[in-house]
T-cell receptor, first 109, second 114 residues
């Protein structure tokens, strides 16, 4: 079973910020939080990861709750190309990586 | 360019035949993975390998087999025992045992069995 839960779908308008939530209440102290996104008929691509502190990169920001039981992927200005399925997963050192069903993001012009 | 190559992109087979999906990486990664994706669903882990000549079952290994004779290659065989083999198959790799290492995915093989 996936260790994370995400809403099935979300919608946004172009150029607006998008906050994609993820719950991981059973996270352990050494689990990293990773986010991936998948465009139709393609393999997922890495977006961002973090452990405790908030993280920023050119694609997105990751906000991690103080108790680490939830996190939020932030797209600062959604574009049509951001329409995809977003997956939040926990990564430990066992290499057994379980994906959930993800959040399908629709972006409207 | 470094990356993961899955071939072929589309594959068609008759029911009862075994079929092998290819996955090659030139990223020098130790860990490799096979996932299955059904329409509108998430990814489900079939097998993964942390090192050459070793692999572990994922959540849905029944009806599948793998080998890891070389670091660069992790072929997946879909056997006739797999009840619903039609799906989108994704291969991935990463640096082994490192929590910060992202997965790199191929572009998938879409298998249709009739």
């Amino acid at each position: 079973d996936a260790k994370t839960t995400q809403p099935n779908s979300m919608e946004s308008n172009e150029e607006e910020p998008v906050h994609l939530p993820c719950n991981h209440s059973t996270i352990s102290g050494t689990d990293y939080i990773h986010w991936y996104r998948q465009l139709p008929s393609q393999g997922p691509e890495y977006v961002i990861h973090g452990l405790t502190s908030n993280v920023n990169n050119r694609m997105a920001s990751l906000a991690i709750a103080e108790d680490r039981k939830s996190s939020t992927l932030i797209l600062h200005r959604a574009t049509l190309r951001d329409a995809a399925v977003y997956y939040c997963i926990l990564r430990d050192d066992t290499d057994k990586l379980i994906f959930g069903t993800g959040t399908r993001l629709q972006v409207f012009p | 360019d470094g990356g993961i190559t899955q071939s072929p992109k589309y594959l068609f087979r008759k029911e009862g035949q075994n079929v092998t999906l290819s996955c090659e990486q030139n990223l020098n990664h130790d860990a490799m993975y096979w996932y299955r994706q059904d329409p509108g669903q998430g990814l489900r882990l079939i097998y993964y390998s942390q090192i050459v000549n070793d692999f572990q079952k994922g959540d849905i290994a029944e009806g599948y087999s793998v080998s890891r004779e070389k670091k660069e290659s992790f072929p997946l065989t879909v056997t006739s025992a797999q009840k619903n083999p039609t799906a989108f198959y994704l291969c991935a790799s990463s640096a082994q045992g490192r929590e910060t290492s992202p997965l790199h995915f191929g572009n998938g093989t879409r298998l249709t069995v009739t």
